[in-house]
């Protein structure tokens, strides 16, 4: 059954000039520029802005040259493509993490009323979030840059006969909202440095609506105190590790000023016996910070 793009007006706005986009069962255009943006047979539906995002890369040069081609690579339909950090391509101990914070997202998120809400995940992946919460909300919104990890996640929706789940090629620095999304998640992605943090977080601001929330993490890579005595390798060559006082200077950077913080472990359960303990004792793997819309940028 092809989904329905016009359960999304209202919701889409062109990532270009910000006006909202007409939004029909297979067809989505923008009134004032005049693009017609792509919806592909699998689904999936193109909606980066024109040109990739512009910003000074510093320190992060190795990944924005990474964006860029992956922002210039032409969408195929592909029955075959694996997603990056799929389940299957994964092995249990590394799912058994993702499926951790899952969870522990969840509770953050989904709630009473939530099945009357829009739930956009802005680097949606293999999926994880998205699937988890098909059930919890009234559409979600699976959004990633990547030709392969949408082509994987819209045909595992087909298989799964998922009627709410919409697949949107989007730009994380400039998304196709406007103040038009309940509910945003972005994991697993703030790792590239300060001024791609920055961007995508302003783009998330400026997504969220005004009575909506949104949750965040950053990796502290610093967590274990075994690699901080360089007795274990480092396996986060190229990507940033935080501390709490950094993150929180990022979130005011992007006019993002009051905000929850999680401290997330994924190695165990929380409510595991020794849960509580270890808690106490190790540093967190994930810092998770959840803030409300509405916030204005005076950056």
Known sequence: ??????????ILYCPDDGHA????????????????FRVFDNGVAELLPA?????????????????????????????NAIAWGAAEMSSPQWTMKRLRQTRAVE?????????????????????????????????????????????YAARKARELELTNMFFLRTDYCAM????????????????????????????IRSSLAGNGSAVVDFHN????PIRRLGALPDNFVGNQSYGVRETKQLLRSAGIK???????HQEFERN???????????????????FEGGQTCEC
């Not at 059954?1 to 209202?10: E, N, V």
């Not at 890579?221 to 274990?224: A, I, Q």
Request: glycine share 6%.
């Open 1 to 10: 059954m092809p989904l329905d793009f016009s359960a999304l007006a209202g």
């Open 21 to 36: 986009l007409h939004c029909r069962q297979r067809n989505i255009d923008c009134p004032e520029c005049g693009r017609t």
């Open 51 to 79: 040109k990739p995002a512009d910003v000074a890369v510093g320190r992060s040069s190795r990944y924005w040259q990474a964006y860029r081609n992956a922002f210039l690579e032409p969408f195929s339909v592909s029955e």
């Open 107 to 151: 509770a953050l998120l989904a709630g009473d009323g939530s099945e009357d809400l829009a739930l956009c995940d802005i680097s949606a992946g293999p999926g994880y979030y998205t699937f988890a919460y098909s059930s919890r909300f009234r559409i979600v919104l699976h959004c990633d840059l990547s030709v392969d990890n949408l082509n």
């Open 176 to 203: 196709p909202f406007r103040n038009s999304v309940d509910r945003i998640l972005c994991l697993d992605t703030l790792i590239r440095g300060e001024d791609h943090e920055i961007a995508v977080l302003k783009s």
């Open 221 to 224: 890579w610093w967590h274990n």
């Open 258 to 264: 009051a905000s929850e913080f999680i401290r997330f």
């Open 272 to 290: 595991s016996a020794y849960g509580p303990v270890l808690s106490r004792l190790l540093p967190a793997t994930r810092l998770l910070f959840r």
